[in-house]
């Protein structure tokens, strides 16, 4: 049978004139005979046969085009706001039923001129580049843009509201990332917000899925000014089949974007421009004075740490990855420490790289892509995140050349904090879908700038506890405003910018998990030695690698090990890979007094950093609290 010989049902009479064309005799190839039925011709089969079909024939953009308009509105997947159709900038729904998606954003006190309903990677591609200026396609295919002013995470903006139902589960007061503020506040930030989405010439929505885990899983919705932000979104969240998307409906959770518009300043609470608003009772984020997409990402990450332990999940700023044997591990680290590039370790599956659920059936990935560090960023060293850098993924306050578009990721003129988004799906090695096993082994890193601490030290649960607790490790530069230069740091859990409840909730249910599942834990120094910063060396990757792989091997766990003073570490003598003079940091400095006097320094930042924890915070006896206390170092 030579080809399609089926002709069209529908008369041609009937459609537009851009759609005549599609539905002539099939037998004959359709020709173009301007550049607008050339276009249509462009559209994929699939089109073409609803068309012909007469079902759904008239596409949602055709059918909302309005005459004021060159082109005419485009909306995939949902439909603009109800406007009555009186005046020239309003479209036409003559024929068009209302929608869920459409009473939502009515609902929602949204009404855009024009809005953009889960468009494709391809259509945010083609937005972004036709309405801004600072959006390039770069050598791979990646799409680049500018994130404004701010370049980094702002933790000292973001507030959560004081509501009845959650107020008491907060940790509010001294030493907590969480900033109040009252129900009215929010109520008029989230105006703003409105205001200004209400009064752009486009919005875009895109909706997606939190939590691999289908027991676990929350429906979120984003609405955004920049299609750079919806196609962030995209990769971030877990995208729906067609299925899920027709079946959508109401979102759990909903964030406004509308970070190119400032907050003010004088209203209360505020103490910049800045402002990142969460509301449990209203189930809302609101984004005011940052377009750095990382908000969204943050927002969203605190939003699990409230909800998730409401069902009885441990969330966890970690990334995860399974061996052929199926032993999965964890991997702890704030940026900059070598989260994301041990958990894409070629030779095992990963299910991801920096927010996971732990319950009752194993491990979850909370994301549904990665947003990488990539300042530095070596092919040779990393190929796994190097090559996942293609067309799809975002890269943020990158430097590339003019002519070549090639990036230089080592160039830092805009930001030390350059990034890259991608779908985990561009991870070669991606475990789809993303859930494991209960993990075997759990390696928290940190990066020393004292220089002080072993490449790997084998912890007790007590001790597991007590580093967790601590989340130890330098700031690295970029990751937040105003850090030019590596600071030490304490980030309880590893993630205290995104904790809810006080941190003792989270590590009494990290200790129950331990006992119940009998995981070994590990500490790995990924920063210097022989020296401080400034005067010893980082410690080399493929020295780290080799930790971690005889971590995986169980070598780690029969080694023998000597005991590091003050800290009462357990360091193995011996690993596979790793010079020995490693394994010992007071044998690679020049002066012995200076490594003495620097790890007792340090030791005594750990122990006063720890007294705001030694009453348990209301999650733990003060008894255990103090055996935690105890397991650090000694001064």
Not at 58 to 83: D, I, Q
Not at 272 to 293: K, N
Not at 375 to 387: M, Q, T, V
Not at 498 to 508: E, G, I
Request: charged share 20%; aromatic share 8%; proline share 6%.
């Amino acid at each position: 049978m030579m080809g399609d010989q089926r002709t069209s049902t529908v008369e041609p009479s009937l459609l537009s004139p851009d759609l005549r064309p599609l539905v002539s005799d099939r037998a004959h190839a359709p020709r173009a005979s301007n550049v607008e039925e050339l276009r249509a011709l462009q559209k994929s089969a699939r089109e073409r046969d609803a068309a012909v079909q007469g079902l759904r024939e008239l596409s949602l953009s055709e059918t909302l085009r309005s005459k004021a308009r060159r082109a005419g509105p485009r909306v995939v997947r949902g439909e603009p706001s109800p406007y009555q159709p009186s005046s020239p900038r309003v479209m036409d729904h003559s024929g068009v039923s209302s929608s869920g998606f459409v009473k939502a954003m009515s609902d929602a006190g949204l009404k855009p001129v024009v809005v953009y309903h889960n468009l494709s990677p391809a259509e945010l591609y083609e937005k972004a580049l036709q309405y801004e200026p600072s959006t390039h396609i770069v050598a791979g295919g990646a799409l680049a843009t500018v994130t404004g002013a701010k370049t980094g995470r702002s933790p000292r903006d973001k507030r959560i509201v004081r509501e009845p139902d959650s107020q008491h589960d907060v940790w509010w007061g001294e030493g907590s990332p969480n900033y109040e503020m009252d129900e009215r506040t929010f109520a008029l930030n989230r105006e703003r917000a409105v205001d200004f989405l209400n009064q752009l010439e486009r919005l875009y929505v895109t909706d997606g899925y939190a939590c691999w885990d289908p027991a676990a899983r929350f429906k979120i919705r984003i609405v955004c000014a920049r299609p750079y932000h919806a196609l962030f979104a995209h990769n971030m969240l877990i995208r729906p089949s067609e299925e899920e998307l027709a079946e959508f409906g109401r979102p759990d959770f909903t964030v406004y974007n509308a970070g190119a518009f400032p907050a003010n300043r004088y209203t209360s609470y505020m103490t910049s421009p800045t402002s990142v608003d969460l509301s449990f009772a209203r189930q809302e984020l609101v984004i005011l004075g940052s377009q750095y997409a990382g908000c969204m990402k943050q927002g969203l990450f605190t939003l699990m740490h409230y909800w998730l332990p409401k069902r009885g999940i441990l969330p966890l700023n970690s990334g995860c990855n399974v061996g052929s044997s199926g032993d999965t591990a964890l991997y702890f680290g704030l940026s900059g420490t070598g989260k994301t590039t041990m958990s894409s370790d070629p030779r095992r599956r990963m299910i991801g790289d920096d927010e996971l659920g732990w319950g009752d059936d194993g491990v979850f990935n909370i994301e549904g892509g990665c947003y990488a560090k990539c300042i530095g960023l070596d092919k040779e060293r990393e190929p796994i995140i190097h090559s996942a850098i293609r067309y799809g993924a975002v890269l943020e306050n990158v430097t590339f050349d003019e002519e070549s578009r090639e990036v230089d990721f080592n160039a830092s003129r805009i930001t030390e904090n350059t990034r890259a988004s991608y779908p985990i799906e561009h991870i070669a090695n991606a475990q789809i879908p993303c859930v494991g096993g209960h993990p075997k082994n759990i390696v928290l890193l940190c990066c020393d700038l004292f220089g002080v601490l072993p490449p790997v030290s084998r912890l007790t649960r007590e001790q597991a506890l007590f580093y967790f607790i601590s989340g130890f490790t330098a700031k690295v530069a970029g990751t937040e405003q105003g850090v030019t230069q590596p600071q030490p740091t304490f980030s309880p859990c590893y993630t205290s910018t995104s904790l809810v409840f006080h941190p003792m909730k989270y590590a009494a249910m990290l200790g129950q998990k331990l006992e119940q599942h009998g995981t070994q834990v590990y500490l790995v120094n990924t920063g210097w030695t022989g020296g401080g910063y400034g005067e010893g060396f980082r410690i080399r990757l493929e020295h780290t690698r080799a930790v971690v792989d005889a971590v995986h091997s169980g070598e780690l766990a029969a080694a023998r090990c000597t005991t590091l003073p003050v800290f009462s570490l357990r360091v193995p003598e011996a690993c596979s890979g790793v010079p020995p003079e490693l394994l010992q940091p007071g044998g690679t400095w020049a002066d012995a007094a200076a490594y003495d006097a620097a790890l007792r320094q340090l030791a005594s930042l750990f122990v006063a950093n720890f007294r705001k924890f030694e009453d348990g915070g209301g999650h733990m006896s003060p008894e255990d609290a103090r055996r935690i206390a105890a397991a650090g170092p000694s001064v």
